[in-house]
C-alpha cells in the first residue's frame, strides 16, 4: 500500500505577505499541539482593536453597498461609505482569516486558519463559527465516482490536519458553498454551512497541490493552486476537470470576467481565456512580482492587484494596462464606489481612485 503524501509546509503564497497569506509550517503545528489550550484562538473573542484599518488585513468584500475586510488574528471591519471609515465587528475567533465572500448584501461567510468558517447574516456586522479543522477530518467523505487509470499507482492524499488553514470560500447562493485550502481540500455544502462535505475527490488532483483561489461564471465553477493547477467544473461543481495552462508556477487565484477568467500568480503571471475555451490561454502579462488578488468591476473591468504594490487595469479582452499609482503591498481588492479600488494587505486599508483603466490618479 502507498504511503500518503508527506506533509511538507505549504509554498508561500507571496514571501513579502507571509503572515498575511499563510505561515502554515507554524499553523500546523499550533493546530495540533495546542488543540485543548484553553486559550486557544478558536475560543477565544478577536480582541478591540485601535484604528484597527491599520491592522494586518488579508481579504475585503462587497456585501451590497458594504465593505466588509478581514485579517489577523479575527479582525473584521465593514465600512459603509466606500472605505474611508471602518468599524470592528465582533467575532468569536482570533485566528487569521483568509478569505470574506457574501452571495447577497445580508449573508456572507468567511474562512481563515485552523480550518475555520464564519458566517455572519447580518451584514458582517455579527458572525457566528460553523466549522474548524478539528471538525474537518470528522466529515463525511465523498468518494472518488471512478477510480484513474494509474491508481494502481497514486498516492492517496494525507488527511487534513486541524492547523490547515482555509484559503478561499464562495457562495452560489445562501445555500450552496464552497470552501478550498491546503493539501487540496474542497468543502461543499448544501444547507447553507449547517452540514459540510470533503469533496476533494472531484478534483483530479492526486499530488494535493493546495488551492488557493475559487471563482464562478453563471454554472461554472473555476479552481486556481499551485504548479499551475486549474480545474473547472460546468456543473455547477458536481464535477471537475483539469485544464493546461502555459504556466507551471503557483497560481494565487482566478477571477471571473464577463465571459472570460482569469488565472493569476508568481512571477507576474496572469492568462486570460474565454469560458468554456480553457485551452485557449492568452498572456495578460508576466514579469515582476507576484499578482496576490483581482476583482471584477461594475463596469467590466479586471483590476489585478500585487505583491509589492503594483495595480492594474484589464478591460474586456483588453490587455493589461498598470497605473501609474503607489500603493503599499496587497492581499486583496474589491471594487469601492465612484470607480475607486478598496484594497488591504499588511499595513491595512488602501484607496486608489481608478476611474479609466488608462490612467490612474492619486492613492488617497
Known amino acids: 500500500m502507498t504511503s500518503p503524501i508527506p506533509r511538507s509546509p505549504l509554498r508561500h503564497r507571496a514571501p513579502a505577505l507571509l503572515l498575511c497569506l499563510l505561515a502554515v509550517s507554524a499553523g500546523v503545528a499550533y493546530g495540533d499541539s495546542e488543540a485543548l489550550d484553553p486559550l486557544d ?71 481563515g486558519h485552523s480550518g475555520v468558517v464564519l458566517t455572519s447574516a447580518d451584514a458582517g456586522a455579527t458572525w457566528t463559527r460553523q466549522l474548524d479543522g478539528r471538525q474537518i477530518a470528522g466529515l463525511p467523505v465523498e468518494p472518488a465516482a471512478a477510480p484513474p487509470a494509474d491508481a494502481a499507482d497514486a498516492v492517496p492524499p494525507s488527511e487534513p490536519s486541524p492547523g490547515d488553514p482555509l484559503l478561499d470560500v464562495l457562495f452560489l447562493d445562501e445555500r450552496e458553498g464552497y470552501a478550498v485550502g491546503a493539501f487540496g481540500l474542497l468543502l461543499h455544502t448544501v444547507d447553507g454551512g449547517e452540514h459540510w462535505r470533503r469533496a476533494s475527490a472531484r478534483l483530479p488532483n492526486p499530488d494535493g497541490n493546495h488551492l488557493y483561489g475559487i471563482a464562478r461564471s453563471g454554472d461554472r465553477l473555476y479552481i486556481a493552486g499551485e504548479r499551475g493547477a486549474v480545474f473547472v467544473s460546468d456543473d455547477r461543481g458536481a464535477h471537475f476537470r483539469a485544464v493546461e495552462t502555459p504556466y507551471q508556477g503557483s497560481f494565487f487565484g482566478v477571477a471571473a470576467q464577463q465571459d472570460q477568467v482569469v488565472v493569476f500568480g508568481l512571477e507576474g503571471h496572469a492568462y486570460a481565456a474565454a469560458t468554456g475555451a480553457d485551452a485557449d490561454w492568452r498572456a495578460l502579462g508576466t514579469g515582476g512580482s507576484a499578482w496576490t488578488a483581482a476583482a471584477a468591476l461594475d463596469d467590466g473591468r479586471l483590476a489585478l492587484v500585487g505583491q509589492s504594490g503594483t495595480v492594474a487595469i484589464a478591460p474586456a479582452h483588453g490587455e493589461l494596462v498598470r497605473l501609474p499609482v503607489e500603493a503599499p503591498p496587497v492581499s486583496d481588492v474589491a471594487p469601492g464606489t465612484g470607480g475607486d479600488l478598496v484594497m488591504v494587505g499588511p499595513r491595512g486599508v488602501h484607496v486608489v481612485a481608478a476611474a479609466d483603466a488608462s490612467i490612474g490618479s492619486a492613492a488617497r
Open 41 to 111: 484562538p478558536l475560543l477565544q473573542p478577536a480582541r478591540a482593536v485601535p484604528h484597527a484599518e491599520s491592522a494586518v488585513l488579508i481579504a475585503v468584500a462587497r456585501a451590497g453597498d458594504r465593505l466588509v475586510a478581514a485579517g489577523e488574528s479575527g479582525i473584521v471591519l465593514t465600512s459603509d461609505d466606500g472605505g474611508r471609515r471602518w468599524h470592528q465587528t465582533e467575532v468569536p475567533v482570533r485566528v487569521t482569516l483568509t478569505a470574506v465572500y457574501f452571495p447577497t448584501p445580508e449573508r456572507g461567510w468567511a474562512v
